[in-house]
């Protein structure tokens, strides 16, 4: 049994305030570009399915039961027992947690409280940039500003996190731009904008990207799955392999978020180059019963000391519950079968297990108690 | 035990309607560039192997026996008793038919009559197109009649497909093009065309398309494998991305059609789009043993209403005879491993199964009788 | 159980003459750019694990034992002699070696003298052009050497490797480059051109395909995972396609290796092009404990007698062990799991084993003695 005693959530959202009926609820199981299709359901997923599985009996029902029973429980707990119940069944003693848009969710201090755990913040580059952008004056000021936001942010939070891959896509020039160049594109990006409008200029994306590079902080990369109506390929982490490169041998860390359907790249690029760290995560939520074999996947490339865990959810806390009991499922099936079949010695299946559950979190962002006691489960 | 009581092929040809020698049959296991090379054959391949596991027993023989025994014994009955024993073997109670080239199979009708199933008819855009070009004087009359073709075609066909994945490759503008550029192009292609030539103008490609889609009926996208000497990269479906959001929001349903190697993308984009839907069907077919794996792949993404069982089988009631066993048995496999796992609820793995088999294709394409009696199995 | 008797690798290299430490034992486990991260070994990964799981017991020692005991059992035994222990226990008959370098690895004879085996060169084409090059003082003669040396080299090697995909990637115009162009090509490498320097112009690529091609010998082809440092996607065998198509029906067959990732699509080639052959071996010595499931994609598409058994091995006999150990056990997994379920008959995977194993290696590099005994496992 691969039992890892903490597991830190390397990359995830807070949870809604509100409480949700059945449509609103579903609306959060998956990004898609409209409603679901007239005689389906977003419940009928690997992730609803998931959802079903694991969340009832948290809240006292059955697993499986159907949806509606199950939103009726939420409600009658009120969103923050329920939310306290579900984070604290989740067994995930850490969480990072990306303090980007969508507004109203919990922050990290919130999620810590609701799940008796730790939480550290994790920076989103560009929405960093935009609320710079809502305050700042001229072109100068902005940059002077920006620059020091994220020199202040460094210091403060475990990690960047860049969303350039599902803005623009991945295929960006490796080198930093020039100072000019960013003068000009910050120029024109300002004079354009409108409050709330998105930073997606391929010039002051690769700006925030070697902004973040400098400050030696991890930077984690979102790849693959994540912006719904957007071409996926261009979010595929082999498109960075020249940025990679241009940033060897400097101090910070680069950790691909998702991956998938691209996961083999991203384990591929963690198994090259030193810096270059994967994620094991939200690619499960998102395939369910399928979690093990994608787990799988990545473990073929990807060196056992580079591969983080995380849920990458965001909004229901029941996606955290999810993210984390099929990954502690999945662990357990994967490494428990290449025991039994005498590939992997029981000792060495235990020790990866922690590692990715909360070791290589530690060591990547400098935390501390990763490796303490068991989780609330 | 998941064992769906009815089974609609969403995309297949007829077969062929000639007796058939050792050579002559195995050229229909796979499309190739070329004879097998010396020492090999297309019999020993997972097309193959499937079909001498599930066909010999619905003529009498013993499971695997030798292609050469196979093949005496299937002329011996002839290739009308064989055909009825085959497809009333597999199991198909409704067939969607591709009428298009090549020539000489059997139409909806006759394949109906002889799997004792209900069948109706796909109309293939670019066909259409090349008969309505073999009688028409100019450039005007081509184009009225194009259209006046498509518009007929929508009130009898339950669906379009569209081969121009195969012919162009799927990175075609996304835009309708103007009726200028249509103009030229049509003008262009029937001054150089001889009788008999192939459409494969990209302008034309998305005419046809618009016009497929203005119809609302829908539309079935060859995608993945399929044109065996051309680059299956052109193919994959992601590259419909920007086509796929050009038509959100219109009454056409798009179908894409076979997707392997690139079967998760074509489950993304079922995922995130509302008019999008997937095929499980002709990949298992090719792949044989591992039909259930790449099953449980395209699982992973696609939600469980927008998945479409097919076969496409051209040529060989022995290609919908493995189709359609190879599908049931991947179905109760993959399925069935959830629900002992308890991954999933029987209840909801029993109404997945049936959805996928024909509930699912009995809403898109309007289809009665989908939820009718149990197959001839 | 299915154990073929011989065993053919058909694309290996030697191994180190050299008494290896911990440090540059663990540094041949992996192509990396740059040593491991800190807090992590090249040990924690598949290869790592697959190698502690094969070789100790070669040596007289525990599977899984520590790295540092089973190296310090290495230096006891000498160099020479844990070499002799390992590639006898491999259980390879026949090897094919690329004599290309890195320099000081033991050379075929030498291989087949410590492994009880057969072994048999391979020419790395781009090596042969870089070693002419040294000697020819014109571009005239340098042109005329190579020509006389690819000839040469036909006459006595069983087939020709090429790194193209790997220096500048697979998308190189498929049709061969005119003499003026080539000449042309020539003489500004030559005169750009220090000692060592390595061949990567596309249009000298072109040109040592094609003359490789003339020479009718088997042409290897990289593909896939291989240039740690380059993007993985340039060699995706696809790209290869066009050229694929430009050298059918001519004598020389084209062999693709490793092709992980894209080993699909490596199968998919194979089945389509008479010509086109697939490997089955570095993929898994990069995969280890996933060896099965990587060996079940490439059988999905590939038809049997198109599939060839290698180890990529390169350096250390461990890897050697290893490639041959994966396979035979993914070999017994796949196939015997197919026996089990119905799929396939028990004969029938006898005899594809046996082709995979060496049959098919034995066919296209026109071998002798691959039905041999049973090997020394």
Redesign the interface.
Known sequence: MIDPPSLVDQYCHGVLRTELGLGTFEAQL?????????????F???TG??V??WCPPLLGLE??CPPARYLARRRELGVVEAGRRLLRGSGITTYLVDTGPPGDLTGPAELAAAGDAEAHEIVPLEQLAEQVADTSGTVESFLANLDESVHGAAAHAVAFASVAGLRHGLALAPEPPGPREVRGAAGRWLAARRAGDELSDPVLLRHLLWSAVASARPLQLHAG?GA??????RA?P??L??FV?AT??LRA?LVLLHGY?YH??AA?LA?????VYTDAGAALV?????AA??L??I???A????ILFSTGAQGLPELHVVGARLFREALDRVLGT?VA?????AA?AGR?GA?IASGNAG?VYGLERTGGGPGPR
């Not at 079949?341 to 010695?345: C, F």
């Open positions: 998956a990004r898609t570009e409209g409603p679901p299709a007239p005689g389906t359901t977003l009928d997923t690997q399915f998931a079903r599985r697993p499986h799955l719904p109506g957007a071409r996926v390929d595929d082999v498109l392999t020249d490169r060897a041998g860390d359907p083999r790249h591929h198994g090259v180059f030193p810096h998102r395939t369910g019963a399928r074999t994608v799988a996947e473990l073929e490339l060196p056992f000391g580079k290449w079949e005498g590939a992997w010695a060495d990866v590692m060591r």
